[in-house]
Structures are given as C-alpha cells and as structure tokens.
C-alpha cells in the first residue's frame, strides 16, 4: 500500500502505479460536440474527422439546432433535443419536432463499463428508424460509437479527446481566433462597451459595495483584454472571424458552455464526444459561396466596367492570335477557312520572326558587301532565305498556297494598326497619349487578376470539399422519411441551402448535373426534381399518360395522375410546390435551372426524334414538369425540337440568366457632331458667304424635316438665318458699292453705302453670334450632355466672332451717324471705316482659320472616349451606377452602332402649266443598314420603316420591306457583321422616310442577358437607333431629340432566316 505523502506527490498519469485517477469514478461525463469547420485546426490525436478539407481546417463546434440519440449498454434509445445554444434536453421519442432557444445540459453522464453510441439528425426520425437501432448492426452503421471503457482505462479514445484540452479543440476558444473575435467585437461594439462601463462606474460611485464594486471591476479587466486584442489585430473588422459559418461564431457563448459543462462535471472525468455533421459542413461551404458570389457581385459592381474597358483599351494595342485568327476566318469564309486562336499565335511569331530576317537582310545588301565582298553577303543571304522557309513551314501546313502573300499582308496590317494606336499619329487611337497605361496595367495586374485567381482557387477547394460531402450525404440522410411532408418540407429547405450556389461557375453546374443526373434515394438530394418522391423518378412506362397530363388545358389530368403514383398526404404537398408563393423547392429548382437545361441539352442530343415529349426528357426532369403543371399555371406546348413554358411560375422557373445583364444599364450620350461653317459677313467674298449659308439653312431644313424643332434645332435655325441676312446685307452692299454709287440720299439725308451696310451686316452676324452661343447653351440642359474641349473651342469662336462682329456694328454704325448728324462727309466717314475694319477682318479671318484648324483636327469618336473613360486622362464618367451605366452605353454603342445608307435619285415635277417652273427633289430607292458585331445565329434584331408623306399622314411599310431584304456579310473594311439591304416598297407621295433599328448588342447576347428588360439592351438606348431618310441624305434622330412619328408603329422581329446571308453555311 502506497503512502500518503507519495500519493499527495504522484502525478495525475492514469498509468502511473501510485497515482489517482482522474477517472475513477463509475461514470464518466460526455460532452456532445460536432466535427465542423474551423479557423484554425484542432490539434490532438483523437481528433478523428471522416473528411480531411481543403479550404477549411476542421475543430469541435456546439451541436447545431436538432437532436441527439443515445444508446448506451443494453438501452433503450434516448433522445436529446439539441438547443440553439448547443445544450441538450431529454425528450420523448415520439415528440413533435420543435427548435429550443435553450437547454439545461451541457453534457451526459454515463456509466464507464459499457460502450455508448451516439447519433445526430437534423430532424427527429421515426418509429420505424429507432426501431432498427435496437439491432447492434444498424447501430454500428449509423451511429458513433463511443468506448466508454477504453476512456476509462486512457483517459481518451479516438473521437473523445479530453475536455481539458479545449483550447486546442475548441474553433471558437482557440487563443489566436478568439483574441481576433476579441478584437472584433471591440472595433465593432467599442461605443456600446463604454456606456456600459460608465452605467457601471455610476452604480459603484452611487452605492460602493461588493456587488458594485467586482461587476465594475470585472468589466475593467475585460475591456483592458478587448484594447489588447484590438491593438494587436487592427484589421479584424474588416474581415470577421467566421463570417463562412451559417451559425454565428459565438466566443461568449462557446466558453459559457464550455464552464457549464466542467461545472456539471464535478469530479467526473469529462470529455468530448464528437459525432459528424455532413450536412452543416454542406450548409457552411455553400453559404461560403454566397459570400464569396455576393463579393464578386460587389467587387463586379465597382470594378468590372474598369475591367472591360481595359480589356478594350488592350485589344487596341496587344496582338492576339485568337483575334487575329477570328479576322481571317472571317475574310476566307468562302474558303472555309477556320484558323484558331493556337495557329493565329503562330502567324504571329512568324511575321515577327519574318521581320527580324528581313531586316537582316537589308543590313547585309547595305554594308555587308562593302565590308566584306559578295560572295560572303551572298552566303549569309542564302542561309536568310534558308531561315525564312524554317519560319515558313508551320504557316504553310494550315494556309493554302494561294493565300500565303494575301495573309502576310493582312497580318501586317494587323501589326501595323496595334502599333500605329500607340503613336500620335491621327489615324490612330492615341492610346498612350490619352489613357494612363502605366496605371491602368498596374491595376491589372496587382487588383485584377490576383482577385480573379483568388476566386479561382478559392470557388476550386469549395467546390471539392462540396463533392467530397455530398457523396457522403446519402448515409447521413437514411433516416429521411419521404412519405412525411414535415421531412420533404426539410429536404426542400436543406437543397436550397446546400445546393442553390453551385450553378453559379461552370464546375459547379457540371457536379449539380453529376447529382441531378440519375435520381436515387441512396442520394436524397438528387430526387428534389420528382419533389423526393421514389414514385415520380421513373415514368417511363407511363410516357403517354404523362404527356396527355403535360398537355391537358386543365390540372385535373395530372391529379388524376399523380395520385395514383404517391400518397394523399404527399398529392397535397407536392401541390403546393409549382406556385408563386416561392417556396424553397421552387427557388432550388430555379437555382439549379442551369444544370437542368444542360442535362435536357444532354439527353435531346442523343435522343432521336421521338415523337412522345417525354421520352426526350431525362427522368430527372418527368417528374419535376409534372409538379410544375400539378401546382402552377405552367403549360407545356410540345414542338419539334423540345418544348417550352408558358405562365408566370414557368418563366420565373427557367429565366435562369437573369442576372447575367445587371451590369448592363441603358444610359444615352450625345455625340456633338455639328458642323459649322466659316462667317465671312462683309468679308472680300461675300457672294461665296452668301451661298454657303443659303446651302446650310436648306441643308438643316432638310435634316429636321419631319421632326419638331426643340431648343436646340431651333437656335440653330435662327442661327443660320440671321447669318442669311447678314451675308445678303453684305452682298447687297458690295453689289450696290460696285455701281459707283458711294452714298444714299433719303428724306434729305445722306449715308454711306459701305458704312451703312456695314453697320447692317455686323448687327445681323452678332445676332447670329448671339443665337449660337445660346445654342451651345440649350445643349448642355439636354439629357447627357457634357462639356468637352470641342465646346469650349466654340465658345472661343462664338465669343471670339460676337467681340468682331459687335466691333464691326459699333464702326458702321458710328461712321454712318458722323455722316447723318453732318460732322463727317462721305469721303472722311468712309476711308475712316475702311481703316479701322481692316483689323477686324483681319482678325475674323484668323479666328476662322483657327477653328477650322480646329475642325480638322479635332479628336475622332474613339479618340474622345479613350480620353474620356475610367482609365482617361480626363475622366467624364463618375462612380455611380448611372454614371457607370452612361460609360458602358457609350462604349457599346461605339463598338456596334448600326449604320444606314440610302440610295436614291433626284426627281423633278413642272409646276403650272407654262413649263417654265420646275421643282428638283429626291427620292430613295435602296435601304442598307450596316450591323457590327452581328451574327446570324446570336442576333436580335426588330426594325420599323415608315413613309411620310405631303400631308404628313405615315404608312408602315415595315413587312414589306422585310420581305425584300437580304443579308450579306460586311465588307472587311467596314467590318465584321451583317449588311441588311433592300428595295424600298413602292408608296405614293411619299416625302420622306423614319426607320427605327432596334438591335440587340452582342455584348449583352454574349452574356444571356437578353432575358430581361429587353428594352433596355438596345443599341443607343430604349428607342434604339433612329434616322430621317430623305433621298440620299440620312439624318439620325437621337433618343433626347424628341419623339417622331415612327414611335406611334411597332416594330417587327426580323426572322433568323433572313438573317443569315446566301453564302452562309
């Protein structure tokens, strides 16, 4: 026997022979925890989780909110209600399921000498189930077995470390993470901590005493651990410790467990007992998706614009095969040529390789043969030539012989293009000069690009940790009932919240397909598609009955139905399903839509032409349209091909790309394009002046004819006819000057001809000055205008012409009233003026000469967005979604805005009947519209063409020009699209004609966002693009020009057909 005084030394050591050990008692004490996802890892030999993770580590978590069952020794079962703060509660095997805000145990106690198994559900399981664990097989199946014994003997055994080491077990305890979520709640909650302390402090201060004094004391200690743990991780806030975790991280309330359960422990040897839960690690990986799709949309929403149009400003001045090699597909299409992006890599290097052989060679014919003779420049060029063939090899394996000399000049011109965008040259983009490249690729590649790799590698370990457990989640759902509708409800609940986010990226959609592909009720998530019903997952048998049920125009065929393959109680369940009430079946259903299209795509390829509709579906679709049409309006029309929805729930069922198009906002920017003219009023060729504004006014007159005159085009108007005026006063008094007369007696007075109509032409041209510079004011109140560095150089001119032409008044004028108050003769008022105009005409002559400098030189539309763009020198467009919308708008609308050309003749008609009087006009005859960027398969397209004619009244002539149409594909030198042509319908007394082109961009094509707000994915705005067509002339008509007549007709969709050109394959 021991003595006493060795005992008091011995060690707590289980083996040691003079020890006490820790678990002599009879019992020990358990404390039910669950493997999850973690921080940090656990780190102890017992810790024993089924899966190792990828993009989490794995440690002990509370149970989540459900149930736990005990079998221990000879039994019975017993079951625990798990809590929402992890602690249990006994209850009867067959009480209704219900969630508990609370518990009254933190652990079990139970005897040391037998083995304990445990067991936790989501939901309660049923009769039938805790019936099959009275059998020790099932038991060993289906619950964790826990060896009570070998506890005893070790102190621990695999999946039951000790709880004394709970801070290396523990997620929520852990030191480094819970000094972070310390750390946290302080930068969070600092404000509140205060006034907590200070009501504290008050109640100390009022009543000092124990009571006060330790609570004051106490929370002093506390916030002096919270500035700690602040000081040392500035940052937590911004990234919060669990934000991945459907259940809150809770450290107060972990560690509050944690005591409770050492508390209830007493002198019983306590450790943990941790069971697996598949299907909360399924919940926290998808809810980790959400948060990682919800930061995309968020980064997406600030940033992608500034991506796209970088990618634009790149494609300006990079060489890409995969571009190069879409531009010869496109010019050889009649060849058949189809070159990808690898070879297109290929023509590339050759040409640089080429190049640097060449240059060579002209070193060598230059200075070689002088330096070293001919017969070494001949060697050296022989081997170039050599060389040259090497190069030329690869090239010639996949380009046709007759094409070789024709495809090095197109890739020249590609090379030379790139690099002339990055010159000053004004045939370029101008890209260096106008954007901040060094900037723009800095962002690329240290924000850009680390972001889309850390959502690459971060979406990969998700979605692996995702397939390793759903592959695990048959077992753990064996006990899902799918008779019961509580169970199928759950079900319906845990498939939205495991499975909504996998069709969010193209890996994720091909394992929802791998799920949804064969149902099984091995795999309960794979039958939500026949709403977990084992009856509804092969209908084959009953193809017949089931298309005439899809087809009926009533839901009594699919009752009929339906009842004869489930339940009554099920019948009822299912449904409720199909309708608009958004219950978590339909909306798993819908955010699986993409894997169920791709899995219909899938089966329609090898499906033959069966005529039965649904022998072509998959099963995991038969019974899914058989809910939709049970519980919904939903209709199914069978074609040849497959079949489509119709009803409200249908279309919110399948528009699956719906947010595809968010970023795609409509906005509407102009484009000044006015042209002026030069102002010569008085000048040395005032006859020329006088033609060139009697041409513009009847040029304007024609562009507005048959829309109504806003602000703008109203100034404009007067504009020019005061220019008119001036320019008539002007000849008038030249032509007058020209007879000898210098002067005009009135009344008996006299006047200077010169000075006089001087005076005259200088008060018109400022008036027209006047009228101008108000006109440049009326547009920047239109919608979108802004101030570029073309208004300002019409400010300067409008200005600059008003100071002259008010000089000019102010000189006629006075020389004129020398002469009328008879201070001045003729002959000293007239050389008076003639001296001092001379300046001012001087002056006009540069300020005109300047601004068609100016004009000339003025930057070309692409120019000025490249200026104007987020990556610009001098940015336009701001931050906000209106802003950013506007910028998009405008780059799409540079990128593919339509173009029309007209064809037409002059006409002539005799007025009277002398046939001395002739009236010209014109008339069109062809239509053309000029389609960038579109393709005959992926195009949508709605046109409209009216006839106005004498009276005003218009006629659609839409379908029958639609008729007349054809498509060809654009030249290369215009492009690469769709040209669309035909000739007009014949419609008598026709003035002039509208079209209304509604095209649909190939941006938002390319991204399946045509599916919503249609209206608003149309080339220059909601009212697309429209034009004024009057013979030859084509005037178009902006969306904030007002309306037209055109906008009272419908537009037509122009059929695929049409647009797919005659040499199309």
Not at 993 to 1014: D, F, I, K, R
Request: glycine share 8%.
């Amino acid at each position: 026997m021991s003595s006493p005084s060795l005992a008091d030394k011995s060690t707590r050591d289980v083996k040691s022979p003079i020890s006490l050990c820790p678990a002599r008692q009879p019992d020990v004490f358990i404390v039910p925890a669950r493997y999850a996802l973690s921080e940090q890892p656990a780190q102890h030999s017992c810790f024993s989780p089924a899966t190792k993770t990828a993009s989490h580590p794995m440690a002990l978590r509370r149970l989540r909110v459900g149930y736990l069952y005990l079998w221990h020794a000879q039994g019975p079962l017993k079951r625990y209600a798990v809590a929402a703060d992890g602690r249990l509660q006994l209850q009867g095997l067959d009480a209704p399921h219900s969630e508990l805000a609370s518990g009254s145990d933190a652990g079990i106690s139970l005897k040391k000498d037998k083995d304990a198994w445990l067991l936790y559900t989501e939901r309660p399981i049923g009769a039938e189930q805790y019936q099959q664990l009275e059998d020790p097989q099932q038991r060993s199946t289906h619950m964790r077995k826990i060896a009570l014994p070998r506890v005893a003997r070790e102190l621990e055994t695999e999946h039951c470390p000790p709880l004394t080491q709970a801070e290396k077990l523990l997620a929520e305890l852990m030191p480094e993470v819970r000094e972070q979520a310390m750390a946290q709640d302080q930068q969070k909650n600092a404000a509140a901590h205060k006034a907590g302390i200070d009501q504290l402090s008050k109640q100390m201060m009022d009543n000092p005493s124990y009571e006060t004094i330790k609570p004051y004391t106490d929370a002093m200690l506390w916030q002096a651990q919270l500035d700690e743990a602040s000081a040392q991780y500035p940052d937590a806030s911004e990234h919060p410790i669990g934000e991945w975790s459907v259940v809150p991280w809770d450290v107060a309330g972990t560690d509050a467990w944690l005591q409770q359960a050492k508390s209830q422990a007493a002198d019983l040897w306590p450790v943990f007992a941790a069971v697996d839960d598949d299907l909360g690690v399924l919940r926290d990986l998808n809810f980790e998706q959400v948060s990682v799709n919800l930061a995309e949309e968020e980064w997406d929403h600030n940033n992608a614009l500034k991506g796209m149009v970088a990618g634009f400003i790149n494609s300006l001045i990079n060489e890409d095969g995969a571009e190069l090699s879409n531009q010869f597909n496109y010019i050889y299409r009649e060849r058949d040529l189809e070159l990808t992006p690898e070879q297109g890599e290929t023509l590339l290097q050759q040409r640089h390789k080429l190049e640097a052989l060449m240059d060579e060679e002209t070193q060598v014919n230059r200075d070689m043969r002088r330096a070293l003779g001919h017969s070494a420049a001949d060697a050296r060029l022989a081997e170039i030539k050599q060389e040259q063939e090497i190069v030329m090899a690869p090239v010639r394996a996949f380009i046709p012989a007759d094409l070789q000399n024709q495809v090095q000049l197109v890739i020249m011109n590609y090379v030379t293009t790139k690099a002339t965008n990055m010159t000053d040259a004004r045939s370029g983009a101008q890209v260096s000069e106008r954007v901040d490249l060094v900037g723009m690729q800095k962002w690329i590649s240290q924000t850009a690009e680390p972001h889309q790799q850390r959502l690459v590698d971060r979406r990969s370990v998700l979605l692996a940790d995702t397939e390793a457990y759903l592959d695990r989640h048959g077992p753990t759902l064996w006990y899902a009932d799918f008779d019961s509708e509580e169970h199928c409800t759950w079900l319906s609940e845990l498939s939205l919240n495991t499975l909504s986010e996998l069709c969010s990226t193209g890996p994720g959609t091909q394992l929802a397909m791998n799920l949804l592909r064969a149902p099984s009720v091995n795999q309960p998530l794979s039958m939500l598609s026949s709403g977990f019903s084992p009856s509804l997952m092969d209908l084959a048998d009953r193809a017949v009955n089931v298309q005439a049920a899809l087809e009926s125009p009533t839901q009594e065929a699919v009752g009929k139905l339906l009842s004869s393959l489930v339940a009554a109680g099920k019948l009822t369940w299912l449904s409720g399903l199909g309708g608009p009430n958004g219950t978590d079946w339909s909306q798993a259903v819908s955010r699986l839509s993409a894997a169920f299209t791709a899995l219909q795509a899938e089966n329609l390829t090898g499906a033959g032409s069966s005529s039965n509709l649904i022998q072509r579906f998959p099963p995991s679709l038969r019974g899914m349209l058989l809910i939709l049409r049970l519980g919904s309006d939903t209709v199914f029309k069978a074609g040849s091909l497959g079949f489509h929805l119709s009803g409200s729930t249908g279309q919110k069922l399948w528009d699956w790309s719906q947010y595809a198009g968010k970023q795609l906002q409509k906005g509407l920017t102009p484009v000044a394009n006015q042209i002026k003219s030069l102002n010569k009023f008085g000048g040395l060729l005032p006859l020329a002046a006088l033609l060139l504004h009697v041409s513009n006014v009847a040029s304007i007159n024609k562009r507005d004819q048959g829309r109504e005159n806003d602000d703008v085009r109203g100034l404009e108007h007067a504009a020019e006819n005061f220019k008119v005026g001036a320019a008539l006063s002007a000849v008038i008094g030249s032509a007058w000057e020209a007879t000898g007369q210098v002067e005009i007696s009135k009344f008996g007075m006299k006047a200077p001809i010169i000075t006089l109509f001087g005076f005259t032409t200088g008060v018109l041209a400022t008036f027209a000055s006047i009228t101008e510079l108000a006109t440049l004011s009326a547009e920047m109140y239109k919608e979108g205008a802004y101030w570029t560095d073309d208004h300002w150089a019409r400010l300067s001119h409008d200005s600059a012409v008003m100071a002259l032409m008010t000089a000019q008044t102010g000189l006629g004028g006075y020389a004129t009233y020398m002469v009328l108050i008879g201070e001045w003769l003729t002959k000293d008022a007239i050389a008076w003026f003639t001296l001092r105009l001379s300046p001012v005409g001087w002056l006009l002559l540069i300020v005109e000469g300047l601004y068609l400098a100016w004009n000339y030189f003025k930057d070309s539309e692409l120019q000025l967005f490249l200026e104007q763009c987020c990556w610009g020198n001098q940015r336009r467009w701001g931050n906000s979604p209106e802003q950013q919308s506007a910028e998009l708008q405008t780059l799409v609308n540079l990128l593919f805005k339509p173009k029309v050309i007209a064809d037409g003749h002059i006409t002539s008609r005799q007025l009277g009947g002398g046939g001395n009087s002739i009236v010209l006009g014109s008339e069109t005859d062809d239509l053309q519209i000029l389609l960038p960027g579109a393709e005959p398969e992926r195009t949508q397209l709605y046109l409209c063409l009216v006839a106005v004619n004498d009276r005003g009244s218009a006629t659609d002539c839409t379908l029958q020009w639609l008729e007349k149409l054809n498509s060809e594909w654009m030249p290369y030198h215009n492009g690469m699209g769709l040209s669309l042509s035909g000739k007009l319908p014949e419609c008598l007394n026709t003035r002039y004609w509208q079209v209304q082109v509604l095209y649909h961009s190939p941006l938002a094509l390319q991204t399946g966002a045509l599916s919503t707000e249609p209206e608003k994915l149309v080339i220059g705005g909601g009212m697309g693009m429209r034009y004024i067509i009057n013979g030859s002339a084509v005037t178009e008509h902006k969306t904030n020009d007002g309306p037209l007549v055109i906008d009272r007709f419908k537009s037509q969709l122009v059929n695929p057909e049409k647009l797919r050109p005659k040499d199309a394959s």
